[in-house]
């Protein structure tokens, strides 16, 4: 089982930066780096959707459509932790930030959400025009 706490969100201009980070606290006997991680996304009034995902050493991401190139996802194992950077930044990237792990035993990257058991509590990203 693992504890997730997403950071680095806030209120930034259009065209703007934001690096999240999630820090995971791993149960004994376990290790972070056994967890595949994604990140996810919920605007107001919208359904929970996948922005990317990487596998549980860090050799191969995935990402939605609609990143298009602006955003890059990061672990770093030694330090329990995962980052989304995003660049270029617009106002329909305003939403609740969540990064979730699964525990796996491939190398296949999950994009339904559903299939995630850890989550932490999300962190706000409020881009304006």
């Known amino acids: 089982q693992v504890q997730l706490q997403e950071s680095g969100g806030g209120l930034v201009q259009a065209g703007g930066s934001l690096r999240l980070s999630c820090a995971a606290s791993?149960?004994?006997?376990?290790?972070?780096?056994?967890?595949?991680m994604g990140w996810f996304r919920q605007a107001p009034g919208k359904e929970r959707e996948f922005v990317c995902g990487?596998?549980?050493?860090?050799?191969?991401?995935a990402y939605a459509d609609f990143t298009r190139g602006r955003f890059t996802i990061s672990r770093d194992n030694a330090k329990n932790t995962g980052y989304l950077q995003m660049y270029s930044l617009e106002s329909e990237d305003t939403a609740v930030y969540y990064c979730?792990?699964?525990?796996?035993?491939?190398?296949?990257?999950?994009?339904?959400?559903?299939?995630?058991?850890?989550w932490g509590q999300g962190t706000q990203v409020t881009v304006s025009s």
């Open positions: 990487i596998t549980p050493r860090g050799s191969s991401s």
């Open positions: 791993v149960v004994s006997g376990d290790t972070f780096n056994d967890y595949l």
């Open positions: 979730a792990v699964r525990r796996v035993f491939s190398t296949a990257i999950l994009r339904e959400w559903s299939s995630y058991d850890n």
